[in-house]
């Protein structure tokens, strides 16, 4: 009964979203050198004629290639992304058949904050691609692959669902694991770890009480109040001042 | 659209509602979305189920909407399917996930590489150690860390078990989901077994952690290889009895046989993995594929189905089941003596006898529990193992500190219940509690 008192915070008609204050970091650039001897490379994700093949077919539309561990890693413009995967999917000697995952990376630099990567198998042929693009924070819509892979759906909500990064053209752009009644994005870099209080309201506790706004409050810094929810039993031990 | 059910004692008036938006999206999705099933079945040249007659009289013959889970013993979890009903055919399926989000990527943020171990443990929580080894070997990958030869054996006979474990629990489970209650306590008996050797090897029995980046944290005793030749041994028998029980069953067959069926192409386009695209006729297993550890060094078969349906799916685990136990046997026989974990205090935990008798051992310790491993600055990689639902895998990306930059899970159990939702539609509504089974999904995975 008392904790609704703690939980309890001003009512308001509706609730505004709150933008997020956060500040960026400096960057300064890495250049992780390749290492050939990493002793975890893999045969399949050396690709050096996938890559001719796609400048060959789109020119500077691929302004990137970046290996490491063994991986390459083909930097492509977001623009383009779904005729790169449709390129990749249906030439015979290519032949990435199978998508095996995608997902958001917040960079957390002051341009082309946010980039998708895409994880696309060739069966037939062995080999693994990563495909990157990048994705500033004024314009994050980037064509979804979904038309082109199927497997891409989920992934995609899932991006969106996270980092807030909205996909043209997908099926069914709904959130994946949180609510569609929660109005920020988690795995951004300023959202803080133990959540934002009040984003999520929960049942009453009691039949009468309030919402419990923030389940969490002590880890949130509110401080606890002197007066129990319950009624301790009277004992030598108890302190006298914490009964009302 | 859909109002909300009044349950006495449980009204809030306006106050609340269960997060109202969100249902109300779902319900708008399921009107929304292309019914494929006349497709599905043109493209499957069976007749299946006639789509039925409208009857104001026979609620069975109507449309309806049906929500099963997120509480529901069959779904194996807190999976939520609202389905759309033509009688007893499903028209179309929208799964809901998300009811055990922890946000384990975000945590994993601001935690050590080593520290995040344990969070691994709870995602596919059926078998903990595939995804601790899928988790040390990315990180090994991104920091450019070789193991010592030992350890990548005794690796693999932990997967294995791990293996055995998570398809023993598949096979219990679906068989009580199919009526069969006896089957569940003859699978867990072996698990129980597993268990015990989880128990001497790592001194847990469920939630293992024993990998350690750089190696495994402590080697197998005397003790726990008897155990794990003991098991071999009683494990055949114990599956081949399995097999004389069900390979025959009338019931088992009927229940199985043409079910949840999905095609080549499908099973390619939908990106389903593991077990339930090898059913499918897909070669594809990352231990071939991409192999890691000592896998390209041992002999062992990838068993393929092409039917498609959960009866082949139950064959391929079961042979599966027995392949890892050729793999284990090789294992045992062919583990070299010789270290458990890399030598470099930046790369591995120095070990207990260093760190109690010698002060480098001890400030080692310290430090590498405090920093840690330290990947190069912008440095990116991903590593795939084939966990007993899938490829398993993690991308890691690196800012040069000892915690990742952001980590990226590939759960197979997450693809897999995206080709489900597919599956279901145009299946009986009884037959989904057997596609769940057979598809074999953990929410722990699924939902991050």
Redesign the interface.
């Known amino acids: 009964m008392r904790d609704d008192e703690r939980n309890a915070q001003p009512k308001e008609e509706k609730r505004e979203h709150e933008a997020l204050k956060f500040y960026y970091t400096p960057t300064d650039?890495?250049?992780?050198?390749d290492?050939e001897?990493?002793?975890?490379?893999?045969?399949?994700?050396r690709i050096p004629e996938v890559i001719d093949a796609l400048v060959e077919e789109f020119g500077d539309v691929v302004w990137n290639v970046e290996s490491?561990?063994g991986?390459d890693?083909v930097f492509v413009e977001k623009e383009k992304i779904r005729e790169v995967c449709r390129f990749l999917r249906d030439r015979d000697e290519l032949s990435f058949?199978?998508?095996?995952?995608c997902?958001g990376?917040?960079r957390f630099t002051e341009d082309e904050r946010y980039e998708m990567?895409y994880?696309i198998?060739s069966?037939e042929r062995?080999k693994?691609i990563?495909l990157k693009v990048r994705i500033d924070e004024d314009d994050l819509s980037v064509p979804s692959v979904s038309p082109v892979?199927?497997?891409a759906?989920?992934n995609e909500r899932e991006a969106y669902d996270?980092l807030g990064i909205t996909f043209e053209g997908h099926p069914?752009l709904?959130?994946?694991?949180?609510?569609?009644?929660f109005e920020y994005f988690?795995?951004r870099k300023e959202?803080p770890?133990l959540g934002v209080p009040g984003s999520?309201?929960l049942?009453?506790q009691t039949p009468e009480g309030e919402?419990t706004m923030d389940p969490f409050a002590a880890a949130h810094g509110s401080k606890p109040t002197k007066s129990k929810s319950y009624l301790e039993p009277k004992s030598d031990f108890t302190d006298d001042t914490d009964i009302e | 659209m859909a109002t909300a059910p009044q349950f006495p004692g449980l009204d809030f008036g306006d106050k609340f509602r269960f997060w109202p938006k969100h249902n109300e999206k779902i319900y708008e999705r399921l009107e929304a979305k292309h019914a494929w099933i006349e497709e599905k079945r043109a493209a499957q040249g069976d007749g299946g189920v006639p789509a039925t007659e409208w009857s104001e009289e026979d609620p069975l013959e109507n449309e309806m909407i049906l929500n099963m889970g997120p509480q529901h013993p069959a779904t194996h979890g807190v999976l939520r399917c609202v389905v759309k009903l033509d009688g007893e055919t499903i028209e179309k399926a929208v799964l809901d996930i998300g009811y055990l989000h922890r946000g384990i990527e975000k945590l994993a943020e601001s935690k050590t590489y080593q520290e995040f171990m344990p969070y691994t443990d709870r995602m596919d929580y059926l078998s903990p150690y595939s995804n601790n080894v899928a988790w040390c070997l990315a990180v090994e990958k991104l920091a450019g860390i070789e193991i010592p030869e030992r350890a990548a054996w005794i690796r693999m006979i932990m997967c294995e078990l791990a293996r055995i474990s998570s398809h023993c629990l598949w096979l219990g489970v679906g068989l009580m989901d199919a009526g069969a209650v006896s089957g569940f306590l003859w699978t867990f008996q072996q698990r129980e077994d597993i268990y015990s050797i989880f128990d001497e090897v790592a001194g847990a029995r469920f939630t293992v952690s024993h990998a350690r980046i750089g190696g495994v944290a402590s080697d197998l005793t005397p003790r726990s290889f008897e155990l794990i030749r003991a098991f071999c041994d009683s494990f055949r028998e114990e599956l081949a009895s399995w097999q004389k029980f069900l390979n025959r069953n009338r019931i088992w067959i009927e229940r199985n046989k043409d079910v949840g069926r999905i095609t080549k192409e499908e099973a390619i386009e939908l990106g389903m993995t593991g077990p339930n695209l090898r059913g499918s006729g897909v070669e594809y297993d990352v231990r071939r594929f991409e192999p890691y550890l000592k896998y390209d060094e041992v002999d062992f078969t990838i068993p393929i189905r092409d039917e498609g349906d959960c009866l082949a799916r139950y064959f391929l685990r079961l042979e599966e089941m027995e392949q890892s136990i050729r793999i284990i046997e090789q294992c045992l026989d062919r583990m070299p003596e010789g270290p458990i974990r890399a030598d470099d205090a930046k790369q591995a935990y120095p070990s207990k006898d260093e760190v109690y008798y010698s002060m480098e051992g001890m400030i080692h310790d310290f430090m590498y529990t405090d920093v840690g491993t330290q990947a190069p600055k912008g440095a990116n990689a991903y590593h795939a193992v084939e966990s007993p639902k899938g490829e398993l895998g993690f991308y890691l990306t690196s800012d040069g500190t000892g915690r990742p930059f952001r980590v990226r899970i590939n759960a197979p159990s997450f693809t897999n219940l995206q080709g489900m939702e597919y599956i279901m539609e145009g299946s009986l509504v009884a037959d989904t509690v057997v596609i769940i089974g057979s598809i074999d999904p953990v929410m722990g995975e699924a939902d991050k």
Do not use: C
Not at chain 1, 37 to 45: E, F, I, Q, V, Y
Not at chain 1, 174 to 181: I, N, T, V
């Open positions: 650039e890495a250049r992780p050198e290492s001897s990493n002793p975890h490379a893999k045969g399949t994700t490491y561990a991986e890693t058949n199978y998508f095996a995952d997902g990376i917040d990567f994880n198998l069966l062995n693994r990563r892979y199927r497997a759906n989920w996270m069914d709904r959130r994946m694991y949180m609510p569609e009644d988690p795995l959202f770890l999520l309201p049942p009453p919402l």
